[in-house]
């Protein structure tokens, strides 16, 4: 199994609270991801990153916040959490790099999840 | 636009029987990766299978095959044999690979099939 860990796994916080979600990963892999997964919508991209301090939006990025100093951390920050951001949470990982989709190998990892309830 | 359609919510298909589970995709790319998971109720993501677009064969992996038609862009799951512990939420997801850095990397997933498996 790909080593990543998320923390917390679980987590109730209140309206209007900042909440903190930290992914780390042993696999020095380029790429990392957050998705959000809620009924009927599937996962929905938050923010990846592609490289130390290098980010990126995905879909459903308003009211989040990412940062990665490191390789092996990529943080999930709600800035001030709303009933709206209730949804289990993953992160993922992937060795891809550039030009490199069609490569065998490159699928994403992802990690346990944790399930968010904004109350 | 949705890049990555399933268009069936919910399959179910007698034990030991062959099921295919949709997937239609939008790009403009030549190079692209597609991918299928599995999610239990558990909640784990299962890798399962991988196509390149430049692959001229049909993935396979044990029970699972993809159907891979370029040409309509569709990418079905096709599992032989169904067994119990088949019962789960497939996803069907998709990596571009134009241009250089971030824009590459992201993965882009669909809105999940429920494949129930009956005795």
């Known amino acids: 199994d790909a080593g990543i860990t998320q923390s917390p796994r679980h987590k109730v916080t209140e309206t209007g609270t900042p909440v903190t979600l930290r992914c780390h990963q042993t696999?020095?892999?380029?790429?990392m991801y957050w998705y959000r997964q809620d009924p009927g919508h599937g996962l929905r991209l938050i923010h990846y990153?592609?490289?130390?301090?290098?980010?990126d939006k995905g879909e459903v990025s308003d009211g989040y916040s990412v940062s990665r100093s490191k390789t092996e951390d990529f943080l999930l920050t709600l800035e001030s959490a709303t009933s709206s951001q209730t949804s289990v949470y993953f992160c993922?990982?992937?060795?891809?790099?550039?030009?490199?989709?069609?490569?065998?190998?490159?699928?994403?990892?992802f990690g346990q999840g944790t399930r968010l309830t904004v109350v | 636009a949705q890049k990555i359609t399933q268009t069936q919510p919910g399959m179910f298909v007698q034990e030991k029987e062959a099921v295919t589970l949709d997937c239609t995709y939008d790009?403009?790319?030549?190079?692209?990766?597609l991918f299928w998971y599995k999610q239990p109720s558990s909640g784990e993501m299962i890798f399962l299978i991988y196509?390149?677009?430049?692959?001229?064969q049909n993935a396979t992996e044990g029970r699972y095959s993809l159907n891979f038609q370029k040409a309509r862009k569709s990418a079905n799951l096709v599992i032989s044999a169904s067994q119990l512990g088949d019962s789960a939420m497939y996803f069907c997801?998709?990596?571009?690979?134009?241009?250089?850095?971030?824009?590459?990397?992201?993965?882009?997933f669909g809105k999940g099939t429920k494949l129930s498996v009956k005795p």
């Open positions: 993922a990982i992937s060795e891809v790099g550039i030009l490199e989709a069609t490569r065998p190998n490159t699928e994403a990892f």
């Open positions: 696999e020095n892999h380029r790429y």
């Open positions: 990153s592609y490289g130390v301090k290098d980010t």
């Open positions: 790009t403009s790319d030549q190079s692209y990766g």
């Open positions: 196509q390149g677009s430049y692959d001229e």
């Open positions: 997801a998709m990596r571009e690979g134009r241009g250089y850095g971030g824009s590459q990397g992201n993965l882009i």
